[in-house]
């Protein structure tokens, strides 16, 4: 943090000495039709062409985003609502080669962007507020960017693109990058009061209220608060909490500074793997029987609350109510001042708070009561301290732990491990750069980008949880003859997988771009970045022991205990990224460009933590890009089309098995493909937009750090990732003389895919259909209807991520939730 503070200071001091400096230079507000030019369209050519976008441009200021040399999505705060998405991940699905599987619920989604191999988490988004990223690091294990930050009616837009030059600004993200811009109140007093209610019990309540407060001062307040049951009932609030978000803007002469805070308190339910028929080759049937997969859950009453032990004398309590819920703080100054000839930007933001997980992790598929009853037999019977203690074990009882009786030999039951998960986490992040026009047309940038992040963690994995394999299941408690407890409280296995470790992070990057209008129609621009990265960790040392010293409580031993001791691990870092690119128009409003792209992804902490106590190094991911688009814009029809070629080196992944191991493997992959995304109006009132991507990934390089995983995936097709994706969204507007009423509609289809990397687990592909309507009466009143699945399709997400290949009649996966409906009015003032 010292590396840090001066210029931080400096920062904020340079935007407070500009507060005071222009605070009485002039009382009036500067000229509007000065200050929203570039947002009015002109006469006589189509609105859209006139969009302005700032994400991605290494100008002090926005450009059009027809004259973008890169793929970016727009959204306005209606094209955000009428996509319905359920939680910001989803959002990414109006962005063409970003598939986000969103059916663990609000938080924790696995984001796939095209070409860009994970298996998991979302190693390649990054969540912006205003330009600056809500965490340097955009994923670290239980925590990614979308999962600490929520949509409401404080955000007037946002802005989305694929690679681009983002490579270079910022916290340098290859991938997907979406950018959230706050509502200033500039535009006119505004507010409204908004009430929802959805499948669920679902309640939400909105408010926001912005204007002007002073000549050439703004002000806006917003926020919600909400809680529901959700589609899948798990008899108590499956989301439950508030955000609240305020800004302050002040208008300088040419320039001016907001000031942002937020606080986000949410608890949301997280939602993995249930069991799924399936054929005998693994590939998914349908329903379990029993369990809806579009409906049920895992959690209940029954399963709610929880004691771990996690060392002799210690507890950790689970309240599975809490979620992987975020209780977070965010402040930040969006500073932009033209000094003389310098146009100067600075975003500072700062983040601090807790991200904990309570929840279900599933593991093998379910069994009968009997069969379980046999393998502990067995369990018990095997282990010579047991049989020491109590002889040897003939039979077993299962009871249910609410006193209800017995179980039925032929009852299905799976285990589940209640998993605790709590990371305190900081953030202060700064990027600061300056812009000028060198010659008329030729604009020369430079600047810094500064990151100090940290994450307190700890962590109790690995234990089981014995229960029907049923919706809303009871927990069973299993004794044999010879006094052995199998499940106690249903608790049948301990903590294999302990941590309490501490981590901080530093960036320091430097970048120089260089933008060249030659002529009217070529324009031509550069970008170089170089950053330092420095972790250091402190990991708590485990060992293996048994709760306590009866050999007959068979769920207690061989857990997974901190010692009280440490250990330090250090990595440096370096790495230069670049971007290179140009425009070429064929009409004002055609533009044909290419771009290439060397950028990085620095390893995270997790990725440090894996290499502790061993002599290797987390790589550095070295992600090449060539894409190749037009873009093209007139009243009737817009299309944003490219094609690509991604080529990636030194990715290292985990993978955390039914049995508690970890598996390493590095690999590295090269894909093909196409984005588009365009809008056809052929007549006044109605739009057919449409969206998708097509891409061919294969593994290269591959190489199993344990007997377990080996060579054979090279040419396998990137997991979780379809070939093809593609959205198709039609809506009407028809005025009356009362107001009007704007129908609308989306239709999505997502490819095959796989789960794993082996390519054994299949992932049919699957379609949704998703509608709503809107009627506005006047200018103050709007009613709202959406309905998200109406078809009640079963898409899968996820497969059995514990293990290794596929399964055979019955496998676990996560499949996205079922039909919903929500309804709304909203009074606006």
Same mark, same amino acid.
């Given at each position: 943090m010292q590396v840090h503070r001066p210029f931080l200071l400096s920062s904020i001091t340079l935007a407070v000495l500009s507060l005071i400096n222009q605070a009485s230079a002039a009382d009036a507000t500067p000229n509007s039709s000065e200050v929203s030019s570039t947002l009015v369209a002109p006469e006589n050519k189509p609105a859209e062409a006139? *969009?302005?976008?700032?994400?991605?441009?290494?100008?002090?200021?926005?450009?059009?985003?027809? $004259?973008?040399?890169?793929?970016?999505?727009?959204?306005?705060?209606?094209?955000m609502r009428e996509a319905a998405p359920l939680s910001t991940a989803d959002l990414f699905k109006i962005v063409p080669g970003v598939y986000a599987e969103t059916s663990g619920g609000q938080t924790g989604p696995n984001i796939e962007v095209a070409g860009f191999p994970g298996g998991g988490d979302a190693n390649y988004v990054t969540i912006q507020l205003n330009g600056a990223p809500i965490f340097p690091a955009p994923t670290l294990s239980f925590m990614d960017n979308s999962s600490m930050f929520r949509l409401d009616d404080t955000i007037d837009h946002m802005e989305a693109l694929v690679s681009g030059p983002n490579t270079v600004l910022s916290n340098g993200q290859p991938g997907a990058t979406m950018n959230f811009i706050l509502k200033t109140g500039e535009g006119g007093d505004e507010g409204l009061l908004r009430t929802t209610f959805g499948t669920g019990n679902a309640r939400r309540y909105d408010a926001y209220y912005g204007g002007k407060i002073s000549d050439g001062w703004f002000a806006t307040i917003g926020g919600f608060y909400r809680t529901d049951n959700g589609v899948r009932d798990s008899q108590f609030p499956t989301n439950d909490g508030y955000q609240l978000t305020g800004t302050l803007t002040r208008l300088l002469d040419d320039g001016k500074v907001t000031l942002y805070a937020r606080t986000l308190k949410d608890k949301n339910l997280f939602f993995t793997a249930i069991p799924v028929s399936a054929s005998a080759a693994g590939v998914p049937t349908g329903a379990f029987p029993g369990f809806d997969p579009l409906t049920g859950s895992l959690y209940g009453n029954e399963t709610r609350f929880f004691t771990i032990q996690t060392a002799p004398g210690q507890t950790q309590n689970i309240d599975m109510a809490n979620g992987r819920g975020a209780d977070v703080h965010t402040f930040g100054i969006d500073f932009n001042q033209k000094i003389h000839d310098w146009e100067v930007s600075n975003k500072l933001n700062y983040v601090s708070g807790d991200m904990q997980t309570n929840a279900f992790f599933t593991g093998s598929v379910p069994?009968?009561?009997? &069969?379980? !009853?046999?393998?502990? @037999?067995?369990?018990?019977?095997?282990?010579?301290?047991?049989?020491?203690?109590?002889?040897? +074990?003939?039979?077993?009882?299962?009871?249910?732990?609410?006193?209800?009786?017995?179980?039925?030999?032929?009852?299905?039951?799976?285990?589940?491990?209640?998993?605790?998960?709590?990371? *305190?986490?900081?953030?202060?992040?700064?990027?600061?750069?300056?812009?000028?026009?060198?010659?008329?047309?030729?604009?020369?940038?430079?600047?810094?980008?500064?990151?100090?992040?940290?994450?307190?963690?700890?962590?109790?994995?690995?234990? &089981?949880?014995?229960?029907? +394999?049923?919706? #809303?299941?009871?927990?069973? %408690?299993?004794?044999?003859?010879?006094?052995?407890?199998?499940?106690?409280?249903?608790?049948?296995?301990?903590?294999?997988?302990?941590?309490?470790?501490?981590?901080?992070?530093?960036?320091t990057a430097f970048f120089i771009a260089d933008q060249w209008k030659l002529n009217p129609q070529l324009t031509l621009d550069a970008g170089l970045r170089y950053e330092t990265q420095r972790v250091n960790a402190t990991l708590g040392n485990i060992t293996s022991g048994n709760i306590d010293s009866n050999p007959l409580h068979l769920y207690n031993q061989g857990t997974s205990i901190l010692?009280?001791?440490?250990?330090?691990?250090?990595?440096? $870092?370096?790495?230069?990224? @670049?971007? !290179?690119?140009?425009?070429?128009?064929?009409?004002?409003?055609?533009?044909? /460009? +290419?771009?290439?792209?060397?950028?990085?992804?620095?390893p995270q902490f997790d990725d440090i933590r894996g290499d502790a106590g061993t002599s290797a190094t987390a790589p550095v991911q070295d992600i090449k890009t060539y894409e190749v688009g037009i873009k093209a814009v007139n009243s009737e029809f817009s299309l944003y089309a490219s094609v690509f070629h991604k080529d990636f080196t030194g990715?290292?992944?985990?993978?955390? @098995?039914?049995?508690?191991?970890?598996?390493?493997?590095?690999?590295?992959?090269?894909?093909?493909?196409?984005?588009?995304?365009?809008?056809?109006?052929?007549?006044?009132?109605?739009?057919?937009?449409?969206?998708?991507?097509?891409?061919?990934?294969k593994y290269t390089g591959f190489q199993g750090i344990d007997?377990?995983?080996?060579?054979? %995936? #090279?040419?396998?097709?990137?997991?979780?990732?379809?070939?093809?994706?593609?959205?198709?969204?039609?809506? /009407?507007?028809?005025?009356?003389?009362?107001?009007?009423?704007?129908?609308?509609?989306?239709?999505?289809?997502?490819?095959?895919?796989?789960? $794993?990397? *082996?390519? *054994?687990?299949?992932?049919?592909?699957? #379609?949704?259909?998703?509608?709503?309507?809107?009627a506005v009466v006047g200018d103050k009143?709007?009613?709202?209807?959406?309905?998200?699945?109406?078809?009640?399709?079963?898409? !899968?997400?996820?497969?059995?991520?514990?293990?290794?290949?596929?399964?055979?009649?019955?496998i676990m996966a996560r499949p996205i939730f079922g039909r919903a409906f929500e309804a709304s009015v909203t009074y606006r003032f």
């Open positions: 006139q *969009q302005v976008v700032v994400t991605g441009s290494a100008l002090g200021r926005g450009l059009r985003k027809v $004259d973008a040399p890169y793929s970016i999505t727009t959204a306005t705060e209606e094209q069994q009968t009561m009997s &069969s379980y !009853l046999n393998a502990a @037999l067995t369990k018990a019977n095997g282990n010579s301290a047991t049989v020491i203690a109590g002889g040897l +074990a003939t039979g077993g009882t299962a009871t249910y732990t609410d006193g209800s009786g017995a179980v039925d030999p032929n009852q299905q039951v799976l285990n589940a491990g209640a998993w605790y998960v709590d990371k *305190q986490i900081r953030s202060t992040t700064d990027e600061l750069k300056f812009s000028k026009e060198l010659m008329k047309d030729h604009t020369f940038t430079f600047g810094t980008f500064l990151a100090d992040y940290s994450s307190q963690d700890l962590w109790y994995l690995g234990n &089981s949880v014995l229960m029907t +394999a049923t919706s #809303n299941p009871k927990p069973i %408690n299993v004794i044999l003859n010879n006094g052995a407890v199998i499940s106690n409280n249903g608790i049948d296995g301990p903590v294999s997988y302990a941590q309490h470790d501490s981590y901080n992070g530093q960036k010692t009280g001791t440490y250990q330090s691990v250090t990595q440096t $870092d370096h790495a230069t990224s @670049l971007t !290179l690119g140009g425009g070429y128009k064929l009409t004002p409003n055609v533009n044909l /460009y +290419a771009r290439v792209n060397s950028g990085h992804l620095m990715i290292q992944q985990s993978q955390i @098995l039914t049995n508690g191991s970890t598996v390493w493997y590095n690999y590295g992959s090269q894909t093909n493909g196409a984005l588009f995304e365009g809008a056809w109006r052929p007549f006044t009132n109605f739009q057919l937009a449409f969206s998708g991507d097509y891409e061919d990934g007997s377990s995983t080996g060579t054979s %995936n #090279n040419g396998n097709q990137l997991q979780r990732q379809p070939k093809f994706q593609s959205r198709l969204t039609p809506s /009407y507007r028809v005025p009356t003389s009362w107001g009007s009423i704007k129908m609308y509609g989306t239709y999505s289809y997502i490819g095959k895919r796989y789960s $794993d990397i *082996q390519n *054994q687990q299949v992932l049919p592909s699957y #379609n949704t259909l998703d509608a709503g309507i809107l009143l709007e009613f709202r209807l959406t309905g998200t699945n109406l078809n009640n399709t079963l898409g !899968l997400t996820e497969g059995d991520s514990r293990v290794l290949g596929a399964g055979s009649g019955v």
